[in-house]
């Protein structure tokens, strides 16, 4: 990762999308079979892979995010809408 990759205002679609492909790339599936409104455990992800995104986010967004994070947006949608929130300062800090 870049400095530029990290400094990059994401917008809640692209993460959205960043995490489908991720997820699809760990479920050896393509993109357009995840749901982004599914649970990530209903999309086949155990802890680890869980873990795993995180730390993934975490380098891709430049910022530590907490590992608790799945079970207050269990989602792809509401984890991006989140995180898109947090990057552009309109979301307080849990």
């Known amino acids: 990762?870049?400095?530029?990759?990290?400094?990059?205002?994401?917008?809640?679609?692209?993460l959205e999308d960043w995490l489908v492909k991720r997820v699809a790339?760990?479920?050896?599936?393509?993109a357009d079979d995840i749901d982004p409104d599914m649970p990530f455990n209903s999309l086949g992800l155990d802890s680890v892979d869980v873990m795993d995104l995180i730390v993934e986010l975490d380098e891709?967004?430049?910022?530590?995010?907490?590992?608790?994070?799945?079970?207050?947006y269990p989602t792809i949608r509401l984890l991006s809408g989140y995180l898109a929130d947090l990057l552009s300062g309109t979301h307080a800090l849990k």
Request: hydrophobic content about 40%.
């Open 1 to 14: 990762m870049t400095d530029a990759t990290a400094n990059r205002q994401w917008k809640a679609d692209q």
């Open 25 to 30: 790339n760990i479920q050896g599936q393509l």
């Open 60 to 72: 891709l967004l430049g910022m530590e995010i907490e590992s608790t994070i799945i079970w207050d």
